[in-house]
């Protein structure tokens, strides 16, 4: 493995660990004072400031609670892509990678996008700037490697 390919495996180990740190995080985050921003977010978007109902704000913070096992999930399933993509030199856990960030993205933006609410969209755009370029350098030099051994 040359050392681009280390230096870019290991950004995406981090920001894989950070999916995984954000996602234990965001069920302690949802039942904190520091949900009220969020809660203004949301506000905004759909109930145009006025005020929303307590039980409203209980079950926005359940399902952002909910929210977080999954984006930890996540991370710890693209950890282990970046590890078997990194260490065999093979195209397959690059292409899984690249084919999830293609299902999630477009959905969670265009979901975001029928909302109006342009915070989810930002995140989304920053998690693909981060994820897609590394992603795609890395699968192109696997390609590469195959093909090399090949002949």
């Not at 809660?39 to 929303?52: I, P, R």
């Not at 477009?106 to 029928?114: A, E, F, K, N, R």
């Amino acid at each position: 493995m040359n050392l681009e390919n280390n230096i870019l495996g290991r950004w995406l180990l981090l920001v894989a660990l950070g999916h995984i740190v954000a996602g234990f995080t965001i069920p302690i985050l949802a039942y904190s004072t520091a949900f009220d921003f969020y809660s203004d977010l949301l506000k905004d978007a759909f109930w145009l400031s006025q005020e929303v109902p307590q039980e409203t704000k209980e079950f926005q913070r359940w399902i952002l609670a909910l929210f977080g096992p999954t984006i930890a999930s996540v991370g710890v399933l693209m950890f282990y892509l970046v590890k078997a993509g990194v260490k065999h030199c093979e195209p397959e856990p690059w292409n899984a990678l690249l084919i999830v960030t293609a299902i999630w993205a477009p959905g969670d933006i265009g979901i975001s996008l029928m909302y109006n609410f342009w915070p989810h969209v930002l995140i989304d755009v920053v998690a693909m700037l981060v994820i897609v370029p590394p992603t795609l350098i890395l699968r192109a030099r696997a390609i590469k490697h195959q093909q090399q051994i090949q002949h």
